[in-house]
Structure formats: structure tokens, C-alpha cells
């Protein structure tokens, strides 16, 4: 069986996903688990989550976008990582007028096709 084409179930209905969703729903767990969270997996996960609280400014949207790429390289081979593009309105506040940021992600599957993604990041969220 060839894992890009996995299907999966939704971790919060318990409905079967289609690839794409299933790879979606595992990249998201991948950037929200804080390292050193998983009991028996200590590596696994992204500093996404210590940095989401830090002063919104051009070093801490750099480590933002650096634990993005390097989570992701490290912990899902079914994507590549192209480009990861943050963004917050004039204001200081994401697409849901929260403060946060709007993340786009540039990600290609196996065979090379896109796979589009975002994400939107709250602060004092977590």
C-alpha cells in the first residue's frame, strides 16, 4: 500500500477521512504537540506551540516559519515543504480578528502536486 494515499479517521468524529484531510489532520497534530508532550516520543512535535505567545515581530515570525519546515521535514515524508508565508492584518490580528498570524503553506505530495494548507494561529490560545 502506498502511504501518500492512506486514508484515515477524523481524530474528533471518528469519520473516515480522505487522504488529503487525513495528511492535513496529521500535519496539524505534528505542529500543535509540543515537544517533549508525547509520553513515549519525546522529540516528536514542533515548537510552534512556545512560540505562538511571542512578541509578533520579524525574529519571532522567522522562528515561527523555521519550526514549521523543519517539524514537518522531520516528521511527515509524505509532504515537501516549499514555502511558509505568515501574515497578520494591519492590526496585529489574523483572519478571525483574533491577534495571531494567517500561515500558508506551500506543500507537494510524492508525485509532486500541491497539497494547499493553512492554518490560523491565536495568541493565548493555548
Known sequence: MDIQFAMGMSR???????????????????????????ILRREYGSLLPFLIDQPANTATKLK????????????????KVRQVQLSTNPDGTNATGNHGWNVLLDLRRADNTRLPTSLTLVRGAA
Open 12 to 38: 474528533t468524529t471518528g469519520a473516515l477521512l480522505q487522504p488529503d484531510d487525513h495528511l492535513r489532520q496529521s500535519i496539524y497534530d505534528i505542529l500543535m504537540t509540543p515537544i517533549g508532550s508525547r
Open 64 to 79: 515561527i516559519m523555521s519550526a514549521i519546515a523543519t517539524a514537518l521535514v522531520r516528521w511527515e515524508p509524505r509532504v
